[in-house]
């Protein structure tokens, strides 16, 4: 079965930017989305299509993908920003699969 | 403006069936690139995709949990019901239903606020 696998933390100074990075074989034959979860909240969607941002999702997040890798990117992470990351990729092999979580703390 | 809602028993007992609704408004799933989908989180772990059903009916389901997974809709409701047969303390986790849209490829635009379900007898 396909597995996208994540760094289990990151951690990052208010104001400098934050990768959360997660790999899969071929991922970037797949488009790849990204999602927040804070504590105690449902996840909300942050990034799709590799780099699409939804609408009120604040231009600090950024997205890639390549290769392997796709990767989020926070600049100038604000202490908001604190929470569980999740990636996620489709297509009509894998369905759909899920990354094993990332806690971006904000020192 | 879109929102989901999940409804169903917080407590089942170990071999008993499961059956959650989702009931959503703001959108139609009769609308091509449409699909509702239900992900679950067990407590302090990751996100898991169980299913989902598209605007024309078609219905996936998650490899390993396949034979005990049902997806249906009531278009008329604005309602999608997931049943799960054979529950086990395992699956005691939060069940999330999820609005999906197409655009390249599929993805979770919205997600309900969940509901805990725990398996015990």
């Known amino acids: 079965s396909y597995e996208l696998t994540q760094p289990p933390s990151v951690s990052v100074f208010p104001g400098q930017t934050a990768s959360i990075t997660c790999s899969g074989d071929?991922?970037?034959?797949?488009?790849a989305c990204w999602y927040q979860q804070k504590p105690g909240q449902s996840p909300v969607l942050v990034i799709y299509q590799d780099n699409k941002r939804p609408s009120g999702i604040p231009e600090r997040f950024s997205g890639s993908n390549s290769g392997n890798t796709a990767t989020l990117t926070i600049s100038g992470t604000q202490a908001m920003d604190e929470a569980d990351y999740y990636c996620?990729?489709?297509?009509?092999?894998?369905?759909?699969?899920f990354g094993t979580g990332t806690k971006v703390t904000v020192l | 403006q879109i929102t989901l809602k999940e409804s169903g028993p917080t407590l089942v007992k170990p071999t008993q069936t499961l059956t959650l609704t989702c009931t959503f408004s703001?959108?139609?799933?009769?609308?091509?690139?449409?699909?509702v989908g239900w992900i679950r989180q067990p407590p302090g772990k990751a996100l898991e995709w169980l299913t989902v059903?598209?605007?024309?009916?078609?219905?996936r389901y998650s490899p390993s949990l396949k034979s005990r997974l049902t997806i249906t809709k009531d278009t008329s409701k604005n309602q999608v019901v997931l049943t799960m047969t054979n529950m086990d303390p395992v699956d005691t986790a939060t069940y999330y239903c999820t609005h999906l849209l197409y655009s390249s490829t599929w993805y979770f635009n919205y997600w309900g606020q969940g509901t805990l379900v725990t398996v015990s007898s």
């Open positions: 071929k991922l970037g034959d797949r488009y």
């Open positions: 703001g959108f139609s799933l009769s609308k091509s690139g449409v699909g």
């Open positions: 996620q990729a489709w297509d009509s092999t894998i369905n759909y699969v």
């Open positions: 059903i598209y605007w024309d009916d078609d219905k």
